[in-house]
Structure formats: structure tokens, C-alpha cells
């Protein structure tokens, strides 16, 4: 997960353009709030569909750094929102296997 930090004003980027526009980075979004003993934010969740992390797999700069400029532009446009979290799509199988239970075996 990659936490944005809300941009000032010198650092919107994308003006005009939506979220959903014809590049197709976005496969889904909500907003989730983060409740603390502090404080409660709302946070912009943006599922894409490439990867976000140098660490996975066909990791693309530019089109991560395509979509940070949409999150980016969407939360200087609602002051509301906090901050912006970016989920990838793409895991490692080998994760989910994780959250397997293994069939029982035959004593």
C-alpha cells in the first residue's frame, strides 16, 4: 500500500482530466476512514490495475507515476479527503496461499 500525503496547490497534476480516463489504471476506488484514538481521516483507496511497487513484477514507472498524478489531482480537488492510499491487484499468489488451511490428514 502506498500512502499519499495530500499535495499543495504547486503539486495537482492532471488538471481536467478524470480518474477513470482511457489509460485504465484504475480499477476501483472508495473512500475508507481511519479512526484513531487522535483523530478520523478519510482516505481515498484506489485499487489499481498495474503494479505499484518496484518490488512486483512488471512494475511501470510511468504508468505508476500516471496514476500518483490522478490520486494526486483528485484529492487537491476534494479537500475532504485526507489522503490517498494505492493498492495493487497483482500479488503473489504465494501470499494468498497463506490464508489456505490444509486439508486434514489421515492418521
Known amino acids: 500500500m502506498i500512502d499519499l500525503e495530500k499535495p499543495s496547490e504547486h503539486t495537482a497534476a492532471s488538471e481536467g482530466r478524470p480518474m477513470l480516463a482511457a489509460n485504465r489504471l484504475v480499477k476501483a476506488a472508495w473512500i475508507a476512514v481511519d479512526v484513531t484514538k487522535e483523530r478520523a481521516e478519510r482516505v481515498l483507496v484506489v485499487e489499481a490495475y498495474i503494479a505499484v511497487s518496484p518490488l512486483e513484477k512488471n512494475y511501470d514507472a510511468e504508468r505508476y507515476e500516471l496514476l500518483v498524478q490522478d490520486v494526486r489531482r483528485v484529492l487537491a480537488a476534494?479537500?475532504?479527503?485526507?489522503?490517498?492510499?494505492?493498492?495493487?491487484?497483482?500479488?503473489?499468489?504465494?501470499?494468498?496461499?497463506?490464508?489456505?488451511?490444509?486439508?486434514?490428514?489421515a492418521a
Open 78 to 105: 476534494n479537500p475532504e479527503i485526507d489522503r490517498g492510499s494505492i493498492l495493487s491487484m497483482h500479488r503473489d499468489a504465494g501470499c494468498a496461499a497463506l490464508f489456505r488451511t490444509k486439508p486434514a490428514t
